[in-house]
Structure formats: C-alpha cells, structure tokens
C-alpha cells in the first residue's frame, strides 16, 4: 500500500476527483508546456457529468492561471479504465495539438495516467489487507500507530500534524462563518454548523449533546467543502468531515493529546488505504459507500483506537462501521456536494462513534471482515447502475431534476413543525 500522505491531502473543495485531482492535473501540465498558446481539456465520463456541480472547471481555471483554456464536456465518454477521465491537450499559435496527457483523477485528489495500473505506484507497506497487517502487528507485538512508523517516510508525524491542524481549522472556519447561504449553487442551501453548535453546546441532555456536537463539527467541514475551502481529503473531499468531527470530539471529552489524535489518523489512515487499495474511494466508481462508507469505518477504526480498545475492536468498529453503508448511491443534487453529502458527514460521524461503543459491548467476535466487507462493496459498486454512481441522474437528483422540470424553479420543503 501507498504511503499515508497518498491518502491525505489537503486542498480545494468540494470534490478531491473533480477538484483536487484536476486542479493537480492541470498544474502539472502547465508547468509542463509553460510557452505553449493555449489549453483544451476534455472531460469524460462522471467528470463532465458533474464537473459544473462539482466546480471542475473552476479548478481548472485556478489551475491554468492567465493561460487561455478551453475545456469540453463529454459526458458521452466513458472510458473503461475509469469512470474520471480527463484529456488534456497544449495548443500552439495554429491552434495545433503539441502535447496531450490522457489521465484520471482516481479518488482522494490521487492521478494515475491512462494505460497504467489503476493501483501502481510507490509502495511503503509491505501488506495490502488489513488481516496481514494485523497478523504482522501481533507477530512482533506492535500498535498500528508503531506499524505506520516502522514503514511510512520519516516525516510522517510532522506530516499528520500538518493534517491535524487542517482539519481542526476546517472545524473552526465552518463553525465561525457568518454569511448564510453556500455561494454558487441554486440550491440555496443555508449553512447549518454554527445554529447546531450553538444549540448543542447549552444541551443538557448528554445523548442530544453529543450528537450534536458531532454533527456541528461534521457540518462545519463539510460546509467549508461545499464553499471550496481548503479541507483534508478523508479519504474524499465529499466525506471530509466525518473523521475530523470524531476526533476533535473524542479529543475534547477524553482529553487526548495532539499527539494521540495524530496516532489516531495512522489508524484510520491504515483503514482508508486498505480501502482504497482493494475496493474504492470514488463516489464515481462505487457509489457514496465507497466515500462517505470508508469515511466512517476510518473514523469508527479511529474513535475505538482513543477510546482505549485493541486492534480487533479496532477492526471490528471498521468492518461494522462500513457493513450499513453496503449499497449506499452516490446521487448529489445538480451535481453539487450539498444534498445528501452534507448531512451524510453528519450522521456518518454520529454512526463512527456508535459503531465503536457497539463493539465493545458486544465483543469483537464477528463473521465478516473489514477486508470482506470491502470486497463486497467494490462487488456492490461494480453491480450498480451508472445512474447511482456520481453522475446526477438517478435516486435523489431524479427527483430533484423532476422538481425542476415541473416548476421550472426548486423550493426547499419547509417543515410544517417549525422550531419546536
Ligand atoms: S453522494 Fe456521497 S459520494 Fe456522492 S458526491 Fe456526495 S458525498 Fe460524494
């Protein structure tokens, strides 16, 4: 398996496979062809089906600074090798093609060119499964924290600490944004972090509380993705708020030390990269389990680290954690990372930590696997129709769409309740 610094990444929101990646494609290709006259890039498959939603061309025109930029949408194309396909393509003065890369932007912001192993690249770790990885921690008496430093970089705690801070500052820009509405999209959606932080703090009843906080925190990353601010990939940008929001929670209730939190990220580290190395982290391959599903078993893994319990409960927290995710859909609204995405953090978090008390008053005996339970996500992902895998045409964006058709404008359904 890659190294953990593969895994996470901090960059634009909202999408690490239709911003983070094409913003890193575009870069590397214009310090490429720096004299060249001009750009084209042509977006296929799930990137042109939701690039406009998910701010694709905005990132590429970040990418491509002053330079003129054409960029083509064919959603028509799908290539075999991945469902994110980009051409891009540096024009001379006649308008004639004098470098082409032809590259997908494979999940968690990670690029791998067209012709290559989907999985090729360095690897630091010697396993690929978390069984081995656990075998080989109990031969030589070693945590997973002690397994991330006996084979990750040298730098790799300077590396997550870079990662803590991100994330616990994605937390606190969405918990003090004052402006009500997420900008550039039509569903005026209103940002939610800070009424629910707010409401959660003064509750006095410890359940209510404690989801709340954890939903507040979730929110406030989340939110921040959907404004393009920078957020940690985890291992998606769609699914970033669900491990910070567990472990700025756990570490403000136990007490725990920056450096436990950062022991914490190898772990769910390890979780997220034995998921993207025999399954998927992409929203466009295999549907939302595959990013919001892996993000609460890296979180459930991380919540029973802190909480005290041993790497079976570890394990077991994870497998839990992703078994009810197993067919989730990926199906944003117009293409935007709002609905469901942003709440999906939410309750994904409060699922995270839940999952780890559950295994611990049930024992860590169990039948499935993390790495079983992985295998059948990617089989589920592979089974589903397009339709429910990040191209806005099916499950929510079906009706979303419909909405719009019939009434030419969408307006949010108001509770009849109101703030009881
Ligand atoms: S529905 Fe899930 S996978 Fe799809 S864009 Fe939203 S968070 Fe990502």
């Not at 129709?385 to 099916?394: F, L, M, N």
């Given at each position: 398996m890659y190294s953990l610094k593969e895994l996470y990444r901090s960059g634009l929101g909202p999408s690490s496979s239709h911003t983070i990646g094409p913003f890193r494609a575009g870069n590397i290709f214009r310090e490429k062809n720096p004299s060249t006259a001009s750009f084209r890039v042509i977006l296929q498959g799930s990137l042109a089906a939701t690039g406009i939603g998910h701010f694709t061309d905005k990132a590429l025109e970040m990418a491509f600074a002053e330079h003129p930029l054409e960029i083509v949408w064919r959603d028509d194309i799908w290539p075999e090798q991945h469902p994110n396909g980009m051409v891009l393509e540096a024009l001379d003065n006649n308008a004639q093609i004098i470098d082409t890369w032809n590259v997908f932007s494979v999940g968690g912001g990670a690029l791998v060119d067209a012709g290559k192993d989907i999985n090729a690249g360095e690897h630091c770790f010697p396993h690929n499964h978390l069984s081995e990885v656990m075998d080989y921690c109990a031969q030589h008496n070693l945590t997973i924290p002690e397994y991330v430093e006996k084979f990750d970089s040298e730098d790799i705690w300077e590396y997550l600490e870079g990662m803590r801070v991100a994330m616990m500052q994605s937390i606190t820009n969405g918990l003090e944004i004052t402006e009500k509405i997420i900008p550039n999209t039509p569903l005026k959606y209103a940002y939610k972090a800070p009424e629910v932080y707010k409401k959660a703090s003064l509750e006095l009843n410890a359940a209510i509380r404690e989801n709340g906080l954890l939903s507040a925190y979730a929110l406030a990353v989340s939110e921040q993705n959907a404004s393009m601010g920078i957020v940690v990939t985890a291992p998606t940008c769609g699914s970033c708020g669900v491990l910070p929001a567990v472990l700025r929670y756990l570490q403000e209730t136990y007490n725990k030390t920056d450096k436990e939190i950062c022991k914490a990220l190898a772990v769910a580290g390890i979780l997220g990269l034995v998921a993207k190395h025999n399954a998927s982290i992409s929203g466009a391959e295999a549907g939302c389990q595959a990013e919001i599903g892996v993000s609460c078993s890296m979180a459930a893994g991380a919540a029973a680290y802190l909480l005290g319990y041993d790497i079976y409960h570890i394990e077991n927290a994870a497998e839990v954690a992703m078994e009810h995710h197993l067919g989730m859909t990926c199906d944003p609204l117009g293409g935007y990372v709002l609905i469901p995405c942003i709440e999906r953090n939410a309750t994904a978090a409060v699922r995270a930590l839940q999952s780890a008390y559950y295994v611990y008053l049930t024992g860590a005996e169990h039948l499935i696997t993390y790495d079983e339970v992985l295998q059948t996500m990617i089989e589920t992902g592979k089974d589903m129709?397009?339709?429910?895998?990040?191209?806005?045409?099916?499950g929510l964006a079906k009706y979303y769409n419909r909405k719009l058709k019939e009434n030419n404008a969408f307006t949010p359904i108001q509770s009849s309740k109101g703030n009881c």
């Open positions: 129709k397009d339709s429910y895998r990040e191209t806005s045409i099916g």
